[in-house]
């Protein structure tokens, strides 16, 4: 019989697959990133139990070209500052990517809130464009001016919280198969290239994408570079079901969101 691709793999093949996924090259990608002080009750909104805020109030969007062989990617994110005990970093509320390939494998094994969408960067001359949108809406656009280059910074380690579950499989929305965990993923970093840019942010009003809650107050930064990176992760606790139901809706486009009325005097 000829094999069948769906049937079983041996364990030579199972094996070879793990080899080549411990082995890979450096993937490097171009992206702009975008950091805003916003409001502080926005930010301890957002962040479910045992995430606290941190010091500063802060936003970090990301707009990334990744030069996947063959399959170049659009990726991006959209994350808060935030804490799990002495443990600083960042919860990304959403992370559209323009590929399934790597929807899929960040959702089932990081808990990585991703979701189909269109992830634009763009860079003419000094002018640098970028963009995160879904629904055909750009619910953030980074504009601006390359105004120089900026020291490149040694090897670092950034850390992302994620919470890693599965709703309950009777579809009734009031609970989960087991109980969520909280995965903290490092990701190693190292930059080649990295500019300054000028700039601002703009939020658009998106009812599945509410981003637009989370006002720029002030401009930290906007930088335009290339780095390639690393990601690990590991469960770090159990935690209360209950107490993350009410925030599961950040992962889903929900039907009820339409529910969902931007702020009062929002634009």
Known sequence: ??????????????????????????????????????????????LPPP????E??????????VELP????????VSVAAAHGDQEG???????????????GGREVFGEPKKLGRVVVERDGL????SLGRHGIDFVEVRGAVSGPLPLPGPAERTDFYFKFLPAVDGSG????????????????KVRRLEQVTGDVVLRESMYDPVADLPVRRIVGITLGEKTTAQKGRVVERVSAQALLPYIHQRYDDPRQILDGPPEGSV
Request: aromatic fraction near 6%; charge should be neutral.
């Open 174 to 189: 009031s609970g989960f198969d087991a109980d969520p965990v909280l995965v903290h993923c490092v990701r190693s970093e």
């Open 56 to 65: 500063r109030p802060l936003v970090r969007a990301t707009v990334s070209r």
């Open 1 to 46: 019989m000829a094999r069948v691709r769906y049937g079983a793999r041996t364990e030579a093949e199972m094996a070879a697959v793990r080899a080549q996924g411990s082995a890979l090259p450096d993937i490097w990608s171009t992206g702009v990133v975008a950091v805003w002080e916003t409001d502080p009750d926005v930010v301890a909104a957002v």
């Open 70 to 77: 063959g399959y170049p990617l659009g990726a991006g994110s």
């Open 127 to 130: 002018v640098v464009h970028a």
């Open 51 to 54: 995430l606290k805020p941190t």
């Open 90 to 104: 960042w919860y990304p509320l959403v992370m559209p990517m323009t590929h399934e390939r790597a929807l899929t």
